[in-house]
């Protein structure tokens, strides 16, 4: 294959955050009626102006500059005396061992986590198990190392009380040689949490079939009422097949610093600062003192975080479920929400311009996240309570107005 | 390849900055005498300590945590805003125009900056012509993207006024397909500056053979007395087949903050931002604004930290030029210096370790930079003046203990 046609399978036009770089041209014939004003609203991310970061995370910051080149110039794993302070504290969170030398390292964000893990275990021809939908990026990785999808699909609007994974669908993968399983655990864009049974059942397949799970848990400290959360990694019986990922971006708003980190199978974290050493050589020097604030913040902050995201959710869910032909599972975890969306009169993708024009409202579309989802959604919900709420209503507004 | 074999080519173990993952066991029966004390020297990258960053770029990136989500999240390229700024400094200094909406990209360091453009350019199986000695990263990315290597050699022991390069080696590359040609200018590790004919003639072989040229210029403000420096940009006929790499982790000392520009060619631009977007998302937004201070310096900061490195420079060929045996080429430009040492009674790689237990002297062997090289050292003298050199002398003090 030619570098042309492998970056136009690529393409994240409509990836989250590229909105400015879109144009809005040739929709002006299908639009029907006035724009709807209000605030406007970008569910493409959270608003770190609406949910602030840490406490103390620029105050560490600066501490990390003033002490120099010590913190400019870190192994390209990152700071071992942070990769310790961390070690402890995600060893508690995840209910098995981290070690900090050799079985972690610090990332340009979770997606430099997820692109060194992928590019570190999938080589060209092979199959990759990707569950439909999930993170916008996944494919993405799994095409660039010019591996093979091995799609899994997520029945998540049938069930409650599991994510609905395809078990039958994942096995039969593993069977038919698959040898990465990469999936978001809560998962993104539903908003769901892999049950304990579920999480043991993927585990026990790993096992059986000798196959690497890379998990991505950005999500996991920001998780709902009478929610349960089973970490894989203390589950799976081999413990140097499993890559977790996690970072401070979303619930603590810290991705302006842009960090991750992998921690978990020693001989792919190695892999993975062999090519860190050639993609961007090290997270970010200072940044990476911000890490200082992480799973140690403030006594009861996250307890009000997780509480204020959950009344904007209660509220997009009543938005959502009063009108008529939307679809909504509860988000259990993290701060999206995926609705589906009844038959309208113009393609998914067109509607989300004219949301953009005539309502002021940005939101992702679910083609990012699986071939499926055309007629789905994604907001990221976690912005100003008021404005999320009068901008959901904007969009179902719309929707009646569109429909087909 | 499977990925592990991929990964045992991609070797890190000896690159700069990772001499703390080292183990130095096993040379105990090749010492010869006792430690050499002095201040410890890491001359394997700069010292922001004795070189401080730019003068207000700490203020610049706090407004920046200030303005909250708008520096956050920029598109994946970088902020606008921030490009437009950079664009207009970056042609005047180049000389040729800098479009900033669709010509350049801000990368975390440099280092993401040439990951990006390499492998936007070399698909599986291209050839690649790469410089001997050069950047070490430069081959391990075209092995990274299964590119195949057509070495060029830089004769520049043998020359004056110019770099050295084999330009007929250089027309072989492309006459036998070759569609990429990726170099440094000035050259790390030895210090030399592309002649304004060596520029014009890589121009025009390029042209001719439409070969895209990547060339990496993270060195070409810190130019010493009487050297001139000629940008291939503006003398390649075809724009559209360059890309320029520049960013202030070295001359400026911002390297904790990771940032790096690439800019020109727009369709490989382009291509770089859709990778961008799965690698790492963006540059770190917060850290983007610190590039408003580049090319934007109080005046005189400039004049001055080059007259300082200049004077180090002029010591430190002091030092090596009146031990009997070392060859060194002045350097021209950047802060790196690359002594042939003669012939020792231990390997290059064990002196290398020598030299870090008996002198604490770290340096960076020669073969990071060329196979050819196991007899050259390389030193970034962006250090203390006096540390650096005491320590270059403890340098040649071992070089005469050890020689064969």
């Not at 005396?81 to 061992?97: D, H, K, S, V």
């Not at 799994?142 to 994974?165: D, K, M, N, T, W």
Request: aromatic share 8%; with cysteine; proline share 5%.
């Amino acid at each position: 294959m030619d570098i042309r046609s492998k970056f136009e399978r690529l393409g994240t036009d409509a990836a989250p955050g590229q909105e400015g770089r879109q144009q809005a041209g040739g929709i002006e014939p299908l639009l029907r009626g006035g724009n709807i004003v209000g605030t406007p609203v970008d569910f493409s991310h959270g608003d770190v102006d609406a949910f602030n970061p840490t406490p103390g995370s620029f105050e560490v910051f600066t501490a990390g500059v003033e002490s120099g080149g010590k913190q400019a110039y870190t192994e390209y794993r990152g700071a071992l005396g942070i990769r310790e302070e961390l070690a402890t504290r995600l060893a508690a969170f995840t209910e098995a061992p981290v070690d900090p030398r050799d079985g972690m390292i610090i990332t340009p964000g979770t997606q430099g986590a997820l692109f060194l893990a992928v590019a570190s275990t999938v080589a060209r021809g092979d199959k990759v198990a990707i569950v439909e939908p999930d993170y916008f990026a996944n494919r993405k990785l799994v095409e660039f190392c010019e591996g093979r999808i091995f799609p899994v699909q997520l029945e998540y609007a049938s069930v409650e009380g599991r994510s609905g994974l395809n078990l039958d669908q994942l096995e039969n993968a593993f069977k038919s040689g698959t040898k990465v399983f990469l999936f978001s655990n809560p998962n993104n864009p539903v908003g769901v949490v892999y049950s304990s049974d579920e999480i043991d059942r993927i585990a026990a397949l790993a096992s059986h079939y000798d196959a690497t799970v890379i998990v991505d848990q950005l999500y996991s400290r920001l998780l709902y009422s009478r929610v349960d959360y089973a970490h894989l990694r203390a589950r799976n019986a081999n413990s140097e097949k499993v890559v977790t990922i996690m970072g401070p971006s979303k619930t603590e708003s810290l991705s302006g610093y842009r960090l991750g980190v992998a921690f978990g199978a020693k001989d792919i974290i190695a892999r993975m600062e062999k090519l860190q050493a050639i993609v961007s050589l090290r997270a970010g020097g200072y940044g990476q003192a911000v890490l200082r604030t992480w799973f140690n913040e403030p006594e009861g902050w996250m307890t009000r975080r997780i509480q204020d995201h959950e009344a904007i959710r209660d509220d997009l869910l009543g938005v959502f479920r009063a009108a008529p032909g939307i679809d909504v599972r509860m988000s259990e975890a993290g701060s999206y929400i995926f609705p589906s969306l009844p038959r309208l009169s113009v393609s998914g993708a067109d509607f989300v311009r004219i949301l953009r024009v005539q309502a002021g409202v940005i939101v992702t579309p679910g083609t990012e996240f699986s071939p499926h989802c055309e007629n789905c959604v994604r907001l990221n919900f976690s912005q100003d309570h008021a404005s999320a709420v009068a901008a959901a209503k904007r969009l179902t507004a719309l929707v009646e107005r569109y429909r087909a």
